[in-house]
């Protein structure tokens, strides 16, 4: 039983169409044309209980879009969800009570409110059982080391310590699903990993069901098992992200140290992408040819010093993924990813 199911969800925004110069702007007021904006483009996916999954786009893709429906602040224009028996928006109050939810661009804490008191409060708002409260705050205060600002209000924090103050808010009720969007978002190096791992923690011992927004790419490689990649609106990739390498990776590299400066070093298979002295490049199709299979070309050939394989870099993966919209050429890939 899938805890998530979304079913071909579309959201189209209305925005004022910009005509050109005055006429056009008094025109664009009279007759108020408008334009839509394809936010959420029919969407569709499953997620099993115990996911934790990275929803991974470039800006504008949809992502905060698809959360806030998730969460039941936004109506869809078009297509089903369904989120652990409910539909988000329609049943929103008794839906909250079982989810937890971040938005790494605003709190949802009381921003003039000591940290403590907020969490206090939502002790009541939750109406979370006394015992409950006192083990996880016990809990995350050491995990997410809020101590030293548990009496600072809000609006005094860091952007780091603000996370994951709204991190602890977001779980105090237990939830069964955790929504993250752009967790890690301006944080430095040392408070992204805190947050990753705490996310690994609480997915990992409790069995909640995390999905994470995020435009970075090493939240994803770090944390998650399954990605789905967005981009305008649109599903691209669904699956793991060794999946991604294979089906659209690029080549693979062998960087050779040669025993002696041979004038041809070229072999059957792999093409010399750059040669510095001894040192040479290979690259080669992961389809075609394996490094196994290349490197007894080579050593064949010629007597090898040394040598290491470089996997293509999945960044520069995604990228042309979002340039070439490999959606167009290969058709849709959901339903047929092979992940479970
Ligand atoms: N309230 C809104 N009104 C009009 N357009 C919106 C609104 N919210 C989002 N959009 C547009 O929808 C698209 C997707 O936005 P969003 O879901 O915030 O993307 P992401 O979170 O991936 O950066 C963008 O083009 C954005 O400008
Ligand atoms: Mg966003």
């Not at 800006?59 to 369904?82: D, M, Q």
């Not at 989120?83 to 109050?93: L, S, T």
């Not at 004038?263 to 389809?287: K, L, M």
């Amino acid at each position: 039983m899938s805890i998530i199911k979304v079913t071909n969800l579309q959201k189209y925004f209305k925005v004022a169409k910009h005509q050109r110069g005055l006429w056009g702007s008094l025109r664009s007021l009279i007759t108020r044309e408008y334009e839509p904006v394809r936010a959420v483009d029919g969407i569709s996916f499953e997620i099993q209980p115990g996911e934790l999954i990275g929803y991974l786009g470039p800006n504008g893709a949809g992502k905060s879009t698809t959360i806030k429906i998730l969460t039941g602040l936004l109506v869809p224009s078009g297509g089903e969800v369904l989120v652990n028996g409910y539909v988000p928006w329609r049943e929103r109050r008794r839906y909250v009570a079982r989810i937890g939810a971040v938005f790494g661009q605003r709190t949802t804490l009381w921003w003039d409110l000591p940290v403590i008191e907020s969490l206090d409060l939502l002790k009541h708002i939750y109406q979370i059982p006394a015992e409950q409260y006192r083990r996880n705050l016990a809990e995350f205060r050491e995990l997410l080391q809020l101590d030293a600002f548990l009496n600072t209000p809000v609006r005094s924090l860091s952007l780091g310590q603000r996370m994951r103050a709204d991190i602890c808010a977001a779980l105090l009720h237990n939830p069964d699903l955790l929504f993250l969007d752009e967790p890690t978002i301006g944080l430095d190096v040392v408070a992204k990993e805190r947050i990753r791992q705490f996310i690994r923690h609480i997915n990992q011992e409790r069995g909640t069901t995390v999905i994470l927004t995020t435009h970075d790419l090493s939240d994803v490689a770090k944390l998650c098992r399954r990605v789905m990649i967005i981009d305008r609106g649109q599903l691209l990739f669904d699956g793991r992200l060794g999946a991604l390498q294979h089906r659209f990776g690029g080549r693979r590299e062998l960087v050779v140290d040669l025993a002696d400066d041979y004038p041809h070093a070229g072999v059957d298979g792999a093409r010399i992408a750059h040669r510095d002295g001894q040192r040479v490049t290979y690259q080669f199709e992961p389809g075609h040819i394996t490094a196994s299979e290349l490197i007894g070309r080579i050593s064949a050939r010629y007597r090898i010093l040394d040598l290491a394989v470089r996997e293509p870099d999945i960044e520069a993966t995604i990228r042309r993924i979002y340039e070439e919209r490999l959606l167009e050429k290969t058709g849709p890939m959901l339903g047929s990813n092979g992940y479970r």
